[in-house]
């Protein structure tokens, strides 16, 4: 009996995947900051919390998959928006577990990264080939669909790590990613396998398009363009469209059945990898140490002086009070989330919704050097902090809940 994926060449199904051109780069970039802003604005905006939007992004991604697998061939439209939905839901894979559960961003990075690996290895044991020019089975598509999620999971989790935890911003982690594509272009240029250089080049990009939406979003003041979270969407949507709707017309992202297998006649995949992937692990592995390492000095608390108390016949150092939280000073965050609840409780709504902004941004800049101190109560403060956020970002905010929140952040900052 025959089974679909051992059909010969002539009974398979046409390509169900584009060609790498520019335009690809181009959309996958859009569709990565698109599928960010829209993350937050379900999370955020909408109030439905992480829960509630995976549910949500998970049924959606499940139709999107369905329309892609029922193709018989590449459909732009189709691809894209199954794209655009898995870079949603990729992201809020990684948001879950840091957010929900606490597992630290550099232990989803490994989690993401070896089950990418395990999803390489079973798609090349089970099918002896990884190129994109060879997505003629369902058996294929389905492994091609998986490591996509995977793709998008831990370019989240290696970007934020990079902007958050190690305190690099998204403009620098943006720098280092692009520059590392451009490495890997040429690298391929100078003969690196090209289904090597493809994937490897494909997970970079997750992090290399939230960097550029972040920067467009963010205020000047920031070091941003402060075009907003909504204006930039609605570019990125656009340029989305407008890209789409050409490939649709022209055709200039259809594999060719002359280009179908080609990338099986490089070789030396196996021992590129190898080397590659080393020299990936030792430069990300020294770097995370050294950078580490360099926030813990900068916030290693000076040794306390002792407080010396004159008492008859001599004097004795008494123990100086214990500070306040383990993360120090937190009187900028507390003044700033007492503005906020000064303004709303005068009624003033938009000026809170204004206010709490900076909270969230000077709370996003300092968070390399507070977690540094301590990954607990910075978890802790985190976690109610996000909590106002979407309270008074709600749609129909509900004053009552807007100050039960503020003032539990109060609590926790001291």
């Not at 061939?73 to 879950?96: C, H, K, P």
């Not at 609605?234 to 080609?262: E, P």
């Amino acid at each position: 009996m025959t089974s679909q994926d051992t059909l010969a060449p002539s009974r398979q199904i046409l390509s169900k995947v584009p060609e790498i051109t520019v335009f690809f780069w181009i959309i996958k970039v859009l569709c990565t900051t698109v599928g960010e802003a829209a993350a937050d604005f379900l999370n955020v905006d909408l109030n439905l919390g992480l829960t509630g939007v995976s549910v949500v992004t998970g049924i959606l991604l499940v139709g999107a998959l369905i329309l892609q697998f029922r193709a018989k061939r590449y459909i732009a439209s189709r691809y894209w928006l199954a794209v655009t939905i898995v870079s949603v839901f990729g992201t809020l894979v990684t948001d879950n577990l840091t957010d929900n559960i606490g597992l630290p961003l550099e232990t989803s990075t490994l989690i993401f990264g070896v089950l990418l690996a395990v999803t390489f290895l079973a798609w090349y044991l089970a099918e002896n080939t990884l190129s994109i020019h060879s997505i003629f089975t369902t058996r294929r598509e389905a492994f091609y669909w998986l490591a996509i999620l995977f793709t998008f999971a831990l370019g989240t989790a290696t970007g934020d790590l990079m902007a958050e935890v190690l305190g690099l911003g998204y403009l620098v982690t943006g720098a280092i990613v692009a520059s590392l594509i451009v490495v890997t272009a040429i690298a391929w240029r100078l003969g690196l396998h090209p289904v090597l250089a493809f994937w490897f080049i494909y997970v970079l990009t997750r992090p290399l398009g939230a960097s550029i939406g972040d920067y467009l979003s963010q205020p000047a003041s920031q070091g941003g363009l402060g075009l907003g979270a909504t204006v930039t969407s609605v570019i990125f949507v656009v340029g989305i469209l407008g890209t789409v709707t050409y490939l649709s017309v022209s055709k200039a992202d259809v594999i060719s059945h002359a280009a179908a297998g080609k990338d099986e006649n490089a070789r030396g995949g196996l021992w590129q990898t190898v080397v590659f992937l080393a020299l990936v692990l030792a430069a990300g592995g020294t770097g995370y140490a050294l950078r580490t390492s360099s926030l813990q000095e900068d916030t290693a608390a000076p040794a306390p002086v002792p407080v010396v108390q004159p008492v008859p016949g001599g004097s004795v150092p008494v123990r100086p009070a214990a500070p306040r939280s383990p993360l120090g000073d937190l009187s900028k965050f507390r003044g700033t989330t007492q503005d906020t609840l000064n303004l709303l409780q005068a009624g003033n709504q938009s000026g809170a919704t204004a206010k709490v902004d900076d909270l969230e941004i000077d709370w996003d800049n300092a968070e390399a050097r507070l977690r540094a101190k301590d990954k607990t109560a910075w978890t802790e403060v985190d976690g109610k902090i996000d909590k106002v956020l979407r309270e008074l970002r709600a749609a129909s905010p509900h004053p009552d809940s807007e100050k039960t929140a503020l003032t539990a952040l109060l609590g926790t900052l001291g």
